[in-house]
């Protein structure tokens, strides 16, 4: 076999064995690996595909033999193999390549390596919920973030719900302190939303305002000491599904399902601090966009400079679904080279970064559906989604698509990967986290857990927050439990507080803080 083949063989001795048994698959590796290594791969692969499908006869033989099948007369193409073995097969090859991406330290600046390596990796870590709020809203609840509101101490979220609201809670207490409603007006015209409510996001340097993007299509900005409506964005002719503000407040973008990525500046009169956004500048998407990230960038797209620098500008980062790349749209900026109207109206020119480690690699292709800015500031984290079969909620996560790219700004070449095990489907989009340490990273999942995913890959934390797995704990609670949330399991959003605890959001109905219980 050669140094870039992976050679899988089912044995036909087992009874338990499926259609696919019997037959021999060659792949070709994307790794440049040493042929002894490639059979250590091979050998854990299909390891990994018996134990989760209950082969234990074939594994117990595969254990003895140890030896893989060197035969090269027959083989299939990449699409006829069943999909959990086609998740296994891009699993070790993923992990291998980014890994040896992380490896090559050319790719990054010194401080990024030192950065990183100062990061310890997780231990295991107990968490544990310490208040559930299930008053919030009277649907599903699609979004969750921390916030400041005007006039009271201490932390807050921020929700929002199918009910069309936006409700703001006090941590500690509970209570509810504000309401942002879809009857509500402005004497300048602007409403609130006619359909649920999708995203939500607070302003950087004026955090009395707040921007919402909703399924009517509307960008609606908020005035949160009067709980009013100040501005309603209609650009959108599909669901708005993100919005998010640039760090000094100057630019806010929104992303909706018709394709188009909106960019606004903010052009209120001097010394009006309310802000007001008009549209400067559209990206129109070949597939529908997914996630929005503002990031400081150097002023001209050289790859090899990074934020640290002196003189830095705002980009916008995005993604759509069905595609692995970034895409970096370089902001205007009053302190770029050139006059002013050359910093005022830039070319919009747009750098792309496949984070896919093999750009030919098409049957390892997945989509970025969620963006954070690690705490560091020098890395993003991309996540993709599993999508997968439905069995992918079974106890064997070791074969969840589920993954959470990290990148260096401006880089293509990841510095790590890490297998979530969360289960996701077509329907959903996976959100992320960061604890403010930065050494691990919360991530949601369909099957009503949040998982705590350490820098070293591994599952430090594991807690069931939403649905019926929460709640049930005897055939009495379960029904119970069913009559209320309805069986769902889907959690939809988390966010880690200032104080390092975490909370989310779910189909259920429910938000849950968590708190460390050590």
């Not at 193999?81 to 993923?94: M, N």
């Not at 970034?326 to 002013?340: I, K, Q, T």
């Not at 792309?352 to 954070?372: E, G, I, K, Q, V």
């Amino acid at each position: 076999m050669g140094p870039n083949l992976i050679c899988v063989n089912l044995s036909r001795s087992d009874p338990h064995r499926n259609a696919s048994d019997g037959q021999i698959y060659f792949y070709k590796s994307t790794m440049e690996t040493a042929p002894s290594s490639l059979s250590q791969i091979c050998h854990n692969i299909v390891a990994s595909y018996l134990r989760c499908h209950g082969l234990f006869k074939t594994l117990a033989a595969l254990e003895e033999e140890s030896q893989p099948t060197t035969d090269t007369t027959s083989s299939t193409t990449y699409q006829n193999v069943p999909y959990d073995l086609r998740t296994l097969v891009e699993h070790a090859a993923s992990s291998a390549s980014a890994q040896a991406a992380a490896d090559m330290k050319s790719n990054e600046p010194e401080e990024i390596n030192v950065a990183f390596a100062s990061l310890s990796t997780n231990s295991r870590t107990s968490y544990a919920i310490e208040r559930t709020l299930d008053h919030l809203h009277m649907s599903n609840i699609l979004s969750v973030v921390p916030v400041t509101y005007p006039g009271v101490e201490g932390a807050c979220i921020a929700t929002t719900g199918a009910d069309k609201r936006i409700v703001i809670t006090h941590v500690e207490s509970g209570d509810l302190v504000g309401f942002l409603e879809p009857k509500s007006q402005s004497a300048c015209g602007a409403h609130g939303h006619r359909a649920a409510v999708l995203a939500v996001c607070q302003h950087p340097t004026a955090p009395q305002y707040m921007a919402t993007a909703g399924m009517d299509g509307l960008v609606v900005v908020w005035d949160m000491r009067r709980d009013v409506p100040i501005q309603t964005l209609g650009d959108h002719k599909r669901y708005a599904v993100r919005v998010a503000f640039s760090e000094d407040g100057m630019f806010m973008s929104s992303a909706g399902y018709d394709k188009a990525i909106h960019i606004y500046a903010n052009q209120s009169e001097q010394g009006n601090e309310q802000p007001y956004f008009v549209r400067i500048h559209t990206i129109e998407t070949q597939m529908k966009p997914e996630a929005l990230l503002f990031v400081q960038g150097p002023m001209t797209p050289d790859t090899q400079a990074n934020a640290s620098q002196e003189r830095v500008r705002p980009w916008l980062v995005y993604t759509v679904r069905d595609r692995v790349e970034l895409h970096y749209v370089a902001l205007p900026h009053e302190g770029a080279e050139g006059s002013e109207t050359e910093a005022a109206t830039p070319n919009w020119s747009i750098l792309t970064f496949n984070t896919n480690p093999d750009p030919a690699d098409h049957h390892a292709s997945y989509s970025l559906l969620d963006l954070a800015l690690h705490p560091s500031g020098r890395y993003i984290s991309a996540q993709t989604g599993d999508h997968g079969a439905a069995h992918t909620l079974s106890p064997c996560y070791d074969h969840s698509l589920s993954r959470i790219l990290l990148l260096p700004l401006f880089s293509e070449h990841r510095r790590t990967t890490l297998w979530t095990g969360a289960p996701s489907s077509a329907f959903t989009s996976p959100r992320h986290a960061w604890r403010s340490s930065g050494d691990g990273v919360w991530v949601t999942g369909d099957d009503g857990v949040l998982r705590l995913v350490g820098l070293d890959g591994h599952v430090s934390a594991h807690v069931r927050s939403h649905g019926l797995a929460a709640e049930a704990t005897s055939n009495a609670t379960m029904a119970a439990a069913e009559w209320r949330y309805g069986g769902n399991t889907i959690v939809k959003d988390v966010a880690v507080l200032p104080d390092d605890r975490v909370v989310s959001c779910g189909f259920d109905r429910t938000v849950r803080i968590l708190s460390s219980t050590v």
